[in-house]
């Protein structure tokens, strides 16, 4: 069977709704597919009694043009071995041109898998993808050296495959249905080396800067005289998360889960604080998606002044106390109403 369309894989978040990486995969899909002379969207969903109905039409308003759903009490929970086998199984039912992944923790487990699995070649954490014109092959665009240059990698082995970080690109709805295919896998012949012995629950979506409503940024002018201790300070205040760029990371002021940028994490929240942070391009490729960007430096000259949406020139030591202030100030004026 010639390989013929777009597979993306439908992570659920524990609530077993669509992860918001996955409308973006979508949507970015329906610009691939009218290049591709429109080849079908087609999506995958694994889990344990599935709201069927919704996710269906939730795709379908996507872009998705048919959901592949495989649905056992056992899947309840992710399992690697299972949720892998179970995807490789499915790309080898119905051969797809192009498979999509996001690039969660997740996501990156299964499309390792399946890759190795398919024997074909797989680009991680990318930031654009495109159709080559002459050749028709999927184009990958990803960091490099540091995140300094970024490439643009063709896929020459079939399916081609990419990891999509979150964040990169916007969803957008369309007027669109999908059909469901219902598909029956026996579990039973998955070989599952893997036995769950302890279980903790996390919430995962109040931890992960990706998510982030609200977040402060330290870079490398933060990095002295506890300068990112204001900076948690103001996070707390606000009900935000703490991130940093790559100088505050490679110092030890966070972890590498908490880095934004190119690479780090790609972050879209409502309001981004960022403290010190001269505005590097591969930052700003990171924060583009922000709703506002308030930039706190003391280099008038600093580059991400050109993208900030409000801009303050000075010393964080002095700024940052200020800024805690109103905000208790603020806080005080409504318990008093």
Not at 42 to 59: D, F, H, K, S, W
Not at 93 to 107: D, H, M, S, W
Not at 153 to 166: D, N, R
Request: aromatic share 8%.
């Amino acid at each position: 069977m010639e390989p013929n369309g777009i597979l993306i894989y439908a992570q659920k978040d524990e609530n077993n709704r669509i992860e918001p990486v996955v409308k973006e995969l979508l949507t970015k899909a329906r610009f691939l597919k009218e290049k591709l002379w429109n080849q079908r969207i087609t999506v995958c969903v694994i889990g344990e009694r599935i709201n069927y109905e919704n996710i269906i039409n939730e795709l379908g308003s996507y872009g998705a043009d048919e959901v592949i759903i495989v649905s056992d009490d056992r899947l309840k929970d992710y399992n690697k071995i299972y949720y892998s086998e179970i995807f490789t199984q499915i790309a080898k039912q119905y051969p797809p041109r192009i498979i999509l992944v996001g690039a969660t923790v997740q996501g990156k487990d299964i499309a390792a898998y399946t890759s190795t699995k398919l024997e074909t070649g797989l680009t991680a954490d990318c930031t654009d993808l495109d159709i080559d014109d002459k050749s028709c092959l999927l184009v990958s665009t990803r960091p490099t050296f540091g995140g300094k240059l970024t490439a643009d990698i063709l896929c020459k082995t079939f399916p081609q495959m990419a990891t999509v970080q979150q964040n990169i690109f916007k969803s957008e709805k369309t007027e669109h249905k999908a059909t469901a295919v219902f598909n029956w896998i026996d579990i039973d012949k998955i070989e599952n080396k893997i036995e769950v012995i302890n279980k903790t629950t996390k919430n995962h979506s109040s931890n992960d800067i990706s998510n982030a409503d609200i977040i402060v940024a330290g870079g490398l002018g933060a990095c002295r005289d506890n300068g990112f201790a204001l900076i948690y300070e103001l996070a707390a205040k606000l009900n935000a998360m703490v991130a940093g760029s790559r100088e505050a990371y490679e110092r030890g002021y966070i972890t590498k889960s908490q880095q934004t940028g190119q690479t780090g994490k790609i972050v879209a929240p409502k309001l981004y604080i960022a403290v010190g942070i001269s505005g590097a391009d591969q930052h700003l490729a990171g924060i583009k998606n922000s709703g506002k960007i308030i930039a706190i430096n003391n280099d008038k000259n600093a580059p991400i002044f050109k993208y900030a949406d409000i801009g303050i020139i000075g010393d964080l030591f002095k700024i940052l106390p200020e800024f805690i202030a109103e905000v208790d100030k603020d806080k005080e004026v409504k318990n008093e109403q």
